[in-house]
Structures are given as structure tokens and as C-alpha cells.
């Protein structure tokens, strides 16, 4: 990750008519009842918790570029070899005026159920 964000701060509405994240809000909701509620276990359960959810904030940073380096058996990071990338840019206009539209790589993440190989227990983010 870069020490600083892409955008220091961008609200919920620009991130969804900018980045066209339109569920995030929800998603965010859905994701804070998944770790804050384990009782939680049918989806209606985390949906009908996730209308009750309050964000304190309004705003938020953006990356647009992370980086995955690779790091040695003591844990240091080496700066000199990335292993992968993630990068997205949100739709925007060129000196012409016409739309440009976004560009967003698509990551499979292992978040610690997913094997060595295949794509079972892998998410789409």
C-alpha cells in the first residue's frame, strides 16, 4: 500500500456515481454485521442487522494503486520485487470532453478458506 491515498477523502455519493460502486453502503453494512455479529448465521438475519448498522462517517480515502511485495521469512517487506498489482481508475473526461470510461482490475482474494489451487473459497473484489 502507498503511505498515502489517491484521494484523501470522497463521499459515499461520489463513490458510487464516480466509481459505480452503487451497493457499497450496503455492502460495508453487511460486511460490519458479518465480523461484529456471529450469532448472525441465515442472510436474512445479516440483512435485517445491516439495516440497523450505523456508519459514523460520511467520507472516505481511495487507493488507486496497490502494490503486493514480497516479504522474507523474518517479515520484511522488499521493495525492489512486486509479486502482483491492483489498479482502477474511476470514469472521467479527456481535454476534449468525451467520457472516458473506468478501468477496474478485478482481484481474487483468498481471505483463508480457499486452497492452494482452484478457485473454491476465493472472492471476487
Request: net charge neutral; hydrophobic share 35%; with cysteine.
Amino acid at each position: 500500500m502507498t503511505k498515502h491515498p489517491s484521494v484523501k477523502a470522497i463521499t459515499i455519493n461520489a463513490l458510487r456515481d464516480d466509481y459505480g460502486a452503487s451497493f457499497f453502503w450496503a455492502a460495508l453494512a453487511r460486511y460490519i454485521v458479518l465480523h461484529t455479529c456471529p450469532d448472525a448465521t441465515t442472510r436474512a438475519q445479516v440483512e435485517h442487522a445491516a439495516t440497523h448498522v450505523y456508519i459514523p462517517f460520511t467520507s472516505l480515502p481511495i487507493f488507486h494503486k496497490v502494490r503486493y511485495n514480497t516479504v522474507d521469512s523474518a517479515g520484511h517487506k522488499d521493495e525492489s520485487v512486486t509479486i502482483d498489482s491492483v489498479h482502477c481508475q474511476p470514469a472521467r473526461r479527456d481535454k476534449r470532453g468525451n467520457t472516458v470510461p473506468g478501468c477496474f482490475d478485478t482481484v481474487l482474494a483468498n481471505c483463508g478458506n480457499g486452497g492452494e489451487k482452484g478457485v473454491e473459497g476465493l472472492y471476487i473484489i
